[in-house]
């Protein structure tokens, strides 16, 4: 992935804020705790102390002070671990705080980085980097039906706005749910503001704090990357190619805002048909209905996303001017 010295570094100050800032909340929340729980302090303290004397018995030549060492410091643990479920404190409570628990806030493990590593770098170089702000307002906890009626009904599936929504918020968990062992596609569809966008910004929440890559783009920042690739050959886009068809999740947001022509047409395919050879998911979010899709980007691509696809149509008012009038 195209990655300049200067992003490189400004991953790792990130990663550098983050260990600060963990290393603050633990160290706040052991005082808490010790001002809560006095015996607690007395406890770690002894530990300690215990493990001076012993690492002493060990250079004197005591054999058995590493075993004793253990034996004590095994106890202590028992007894803060009764401790703190007594005063209603997780167990965990006084080990180490990581944003990434699986590299320890490093960003690699074993030499190799991390996934949440990687997320950085597609952040950093697609300009992501306010993708966990907007999917910290957007995702399923902060999801409310509230917006969907239960007699504005559908004449062409005879389903309600409320239960359509509710059918696809099932999808979407399936979706989640099959990642790992049966990559999945989802096409979205409907008109403006009945909520595609949201809901792939909660299947993205879930799917990256899970450890997978996401890359979000409109379908003109989609098609501005892939023409720069082609007709300037600019190694940025071209190395971001490889990433468009190999990222865990692939979302295409608003398609059919873009300029339309020739070039979008084979790219739309393209990227479709790549990302289904390699098993790869995606979603794709429009206000054009199929005939549309068919009419603007070919028969031939609207058959593959038929064909691979699990396809939701949306049905409702405009949250957005909903929201808007409520206020």
Do not use: W
């Not at 705790?33 to 102390?49: G, N």
């Not at 199929?290 to 699990?310: G, H, K, M, P, W």
Request: with cysteine.
């Amino acid at each position: 992935m195209a990655l300049s010295n200067a992003q490189y570094d400004e991953i790792m100050r990130a990663y550098d804020k983050r260990q600060l800032q963990n290393k603050f909340i633990h160290e706040k929340r052991i005082q808490a705790a010790y001002k809560a729980v006095p015996r607690l302090k007395e406890i770690d303290d002894s530990i300690a102390s215990v493990s001076v004397k012993q690492a002493a018995k060990l250079i004197d030549g005591d054999t058995l002070a590493l075993a004793d060492l253990k034996a004590v410091i095994a106890d202590y643990k028992e007894e803060r671990a009764a401790l703190l479920e007594a005063t209603h404190y997780p167990i965990d409570y006084f080990e180490p705080v990581y944003t990434c628990p699986d590299c320890r806030d490093t960003g690699y493990i074993n030499g190799q980085k991390c996934h949440c590593f990687k997320q950085a770098i597609i952040n950093t170089v697609y300009s992501q980097s306010n993708i966990r702000e907007i999917l910290e307002r957007e995702n399923f906890s902060t999801f409310k039906y509230d917006y969907y009626s239960d007699s504005d009904i559908n004449p062409a599936t005879g389903l309600s706005s409320l239960k359509t929504m509710k059918n696809a918020v099932y999808e979407c968990h399936r979706f989640i749910d099959d990642f790992e062992n049966k990559p999945k596609n989802l096409f979205l569809y409907g008109n403006t503001g009945v909520g595609k966008t949201f809901l792939s910004n909660c299947v993205a929440k879930d799917l990256l704090d899970s450890g997978h890559s996401v890359i979000y783009f409109t379908a003109f920042q989609l098609f501005d990357i892939l023409s720069k690739g082609v007709f300037e050959k600019d190694s940025d886009a071209i190395a971001a190619h490889q990433n468009i068809f190999d990222c865990d999740l692939l979302i295409i947001d608003d398609l059919g805002t873009e300029l339309s022509n020739s070039f979008t047409t084979s790219q739309l395919f393209l990227c479709v048909n790549e990302r289904i050879l390699r098993h790869r998911s995606t979603i794709i979010s429009t206000n054009l209905n199929l005939a549309q899709v068919a009419d603007i980007y070919s028969e031939r691509t609207l058959s593959r996303i038929s064909d691979s696809y699990t396809i939701i149509k949306l049905f409702g008012d405009d949250i957005r001017i909903k929201k808007h009038t409520m206020r």
